[in-house]
């Protein structure tokens, strides 16, 4: 990203603290995101239950 701020710094009225700010929101999703595929399952009873009714079904079909 930095490569390219230049050609957006050199026009008249651009605010570089946007820049920051997005850079800034960007990392905070990204930890989210990283959080989120860090976090184990929820064993809920009716998805334990659905998981294995298909996991016959596809026995059965293949």
């Known amino acids: 990203m930095v490569a390219h ?3 957006y710094t050199k026009i008249s009225g651009f605010d ?3 820049f920051m700010e997005c850079n ?3 990392k905070e999703i990204m930890e989210s995101y990283r ?3 860090n976090m184990k399952p929820a ?3 009716r998805l334990t239950a659905l998981k294995k ?3 016959n079904l596809k ?4």
């Open 16 to 18: 570089a603290d946007l």
């Open 59 to 62: 026995s059965i079909l293949l």
């Open 35 to 37: 959080e989120i595929e």
């Open 43 to 45: 064993n809920i009873p």
């Open 24 to 26: 800034t929101s960007l």
């Open 5 to 7: 701020v230049h050609h």
């Open 53 to 55: 009714h298909l996991t």
